[in-house]
């Protein structure tokens, strides 16, 4: 599976190791010294020994020491292990998760394009869509995600890119990503995920037909909410489409964050294990209290697309939607009556975090006004971590005790 990269450096023996060992050796090739660990490289710029390693520096696409922006040392081995479990070519790091999804969008698309994307996404994705890229010259078509004839319908001769991501906030949605692969890799239409919610460990997109997932890697790759950083994994091709735009835009991770995400991604498959684990069970306890309205969460068999969920995804990740039965009083008073569950947004870290969405809003709007934008006042959104099953419904059935 392993392809030369672009920069010339020293592909992997071919292997085919599991998840949990590609994360500890899949960058093993790329060991310049005798450390264990490789060093972080902190240096904006680095040293020609003559004119003619100077020219080749400069002109190597993706050079790992050349140029800060250009590439690190360190992102080579964080690329390595992510092309290897995203089971693509290549992989390109970047600042954040948004740099990864503008960068990657941008250097696709160009005026009088039409692109497809889903009526939900990411907040700042669902931006990119509905606000900047039209302000380009690109139209763009959103569709409900869980109704695959929407994406045929909404094909035209001139569209370039359909983006996807599944599963999605705020009910934990699902697109089908074997029917939009097929849809638009006939057609010539590059496909673009966010595998974010899911990791490669759960869901691969690329075996599925999808040609480029995008991430951010600020949640669990990194795993411990300290770092914020972006990953594009895609064939050779595509990234040396993708990569000039990155050094223009310039969405840079730092020598200190690249080397924080090697060290996250070392335990990745096994925080997910746990966090897949613990999320199913908190989100069947869920369903089991009177005190609960509603559970949203792809593992559960009440889920509306359980059947999708069981065909292309293996574990379905750490974040669960439910709503409180009660108003955005009883809510409020349930999310700060938790002791372990922290009040604060992102997910798939170690610590479980839960959002209360509609007090983000609170001192703006009123309840029935957040009623008409489709915040509900009792939705809360939980990323369940790596804590002990047992402590972590304690804290759950004390707060929900607090509002009975
Ligand atoms: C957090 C997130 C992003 C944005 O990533 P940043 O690292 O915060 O820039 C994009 N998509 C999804 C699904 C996310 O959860």
């Known amino acids: 599976m392993k392809v030369a990269d672009s920069a010339g450096l020293p592909s992997n023996e071919p292997f085919n190791w599991h998840d949990e060992t ?27 020994r003559s004119a003619a390693e100077f020219a080749d520096m400069a002109n190597t696409p993706r050079h790992p020491g050349f140029y800060n922006r250009y590439g690190n040392p360190v992102h080579k081995h964080v690329e390595a292990i992510l092309a290897e479990l995203e089971q693509t070519e290549t992989a390109l790091l970047m600042g954040s998760g948004m740099g990864a999804i503008s960068t990657t969008i941008l250097s696709l698309v160009e005026r009088g394009d039409h692109v497809i994307a889903q009526q939900r996404h990411y907040m700042s994705t669902s931006k990119l869509f509905e ?55 006939p057609r010539g239409i590059i496909t673009v995920a966010d595998n ?75 925080r997910m294990e746990r966090i897949n684990a613990n999320a199913q069970a908190v989100a069947e306890w869920l ?14 068999p009440s889920h509306s697309q359980h059947n999708l969920a069981r065909r292309q995804m293996k574990g379905y990740g750490a974040v669960i939607a439910f709503s409180i039965k009660g108003g955005f009083e009883a809510t409020s008073q349930f999310v700060s009556s938790l002791k372990l569950a922290t009040h604060a947004v992102s997910l798939g870290g170690v610590e479980t975090l839960i959002v209360h969405t509609a007090a983000m809003w609170a001192g703006t709007m009123t309840e029935a006004q957040m009623q008409s934008a489709g915040i509900e006042p009792n939705f809360v959104r939980m990323s369940v971590g790596v804590e002990h099953i047992d402590d972590l419904k304690a804290d759950l059935a004390t707060a929900l005790a607090a509002i009975a």
Not at 144 to 149: C, G, H, L, S, V
Not at 220 to 238: E, K
């Open 22 to 48: 590609t994360v500890l050796h899949g960058d093993a090739a790329l060991n310049a010294d005798a450390s264990v660990v490789p060093p972080i490289h902190y240096s904006a710029t680095y040293r020609a």
């Open 131 to 185: 606000e900047v890229l039209p302000r380009f010259g690109v139209t763009c078509t959103l569709v409900d995600q869980t109704d695959n004839e929407a994406f045929a319908a909404a094909i035209r001769s001139e569209t370039r890119l359909i983006m996807v991501e599944t599963p999605v906030n705020p009910t934990l949605s699902l697109t089908d990503l074997k029917a939009v692969a097929d849809l638009a890799r």
């Open 196 to 270: 974010t919610f899911a990791s490669p460990l759960n869901q691969r997109p690329h075996e599925l037909g999808i040609d480029i997932v995008v991430h951010s890697a600020t949640k669990y790759f990194g795993g411990h909410h300290d770092l914020m950083a972006g990953a594009v994994c895609c064939s050779q091709a595509l990234a040396e489409r993708i990569w000039p735009m990155h050094v223009t835009l310039g969405s840079v991770l730092s020598p200190m964050d690249a080397w924080l995400l090697l060290r996250g991604l070392r335990t990745l498959p096994l």
């Open 287 to 300: 369903e089991t209290q009177p005190a609960i309205d509603r559970v949203f969460y792809p593992g559960l």
